[in-house]
């Protein structure tokens, strides 16, 4: 079935500190690929998207790029801030009418000044 | 712009108790869900509604059942609470299900079963 792995948490990184959030998924046919994060008592919102391989997803200084050779959307941002600081969530779509959302165990950064 | 709204977004009750979640979203969404979010466990999908008049079971069903009232709102029904259902609770919607579109989610909904 379809599943999505993610790096276990949590990341404690500093200002500025170049942030890798590792991604894999499992899926039959042509999956779209999504980063959500969760600030502190909030809901998921959605961070970045690829709906096909090679794409890649940007948004607030964020980037994936969806690696159908290596079944992975890694998320990664070049120098973090203490407001990213927040849980991320890797899940997958696959595509098919009357399916839900799939979401990986999701992964907790901190960051300090 | 509300977006999705849930209600109660905090609630304890006693084991054998039964409660409602009420969940609503003013984006003409065809599709809601419903997840609880656990330490260790990430998000887990419980029921889900793909249009009006449909629902289906998610990965945890046991323990709940759902309502899709109208277009608007998605209710969540614990007919017997006991411990093990101690979470947190969101409600999502989105225009289709199964395809490229954001989930908007509520802010949740804390749920303590002693």
Not at chain 1, 21 to 47: D, H, K, M, R
Request: aromatic share 12%; net charge neutral; hydrophobic share 30%.
């Amino acid at each position: 079935g379809n599943s999505v792995t993610q790096m276990e948490g949590p990341v404690t990184l500093s200002e500025e500190a170049f942030l890798t959030i590792n991604c894999t998924y499992t899926a039959t046919g042509y999956p779209s690929l999504f980063w959500y994060v969760q600030y502190p008592g909030e809901g998921l919102q959605l961070l970045l998207k690829a709906t096909k391989a090679d794409d890649k997803g940007s948004n607030k200084g964020f980037e994936a790029t969806y690696r159908k050779e290596t079944t992975s959307f890694h998320l990664e941002k070049g120098s973090v801030q203490v407001s990213d600081s927040a849980v991320y969530f890797c899940a997958l779509s696959n595509g098919q009418a009357g399916t839900a959302l799939i979401f990986g165990k999701g992964t907790t950064l901190s960051v300090s000044s | 712009n509300a977006g999705v709204t849930q209600t109660p977004k905090f609630q304890v009750l006693k084991t054998g108790q039964s409660m409602t979640l009420q969940c609503a979203q003013d984006m003409n969404h065809n599709s809601m869900y419903w997840y609880r979010q656990d330490p260790g466990m990430g998000l887990r999908l419980i029921y889900y509604s793909a249009s009006e008049g449909t629902t289906d079971k998610g990965e945890v069903p046991n323990g709940y059942n759902v309502s899709r009232l109208n277009k608007r709102e998605f209710s969540l029904r614990l007919e017997s609470a006991a411990p093990s259902q101690t979470s947190v609770y969101f409600c999502a919607s989105s225009e289709r299900t199964g395809g490229t579109g954001e989930l908007f989610f509520g802010e949740g909904s804390r749920l303590t079963v002693l």
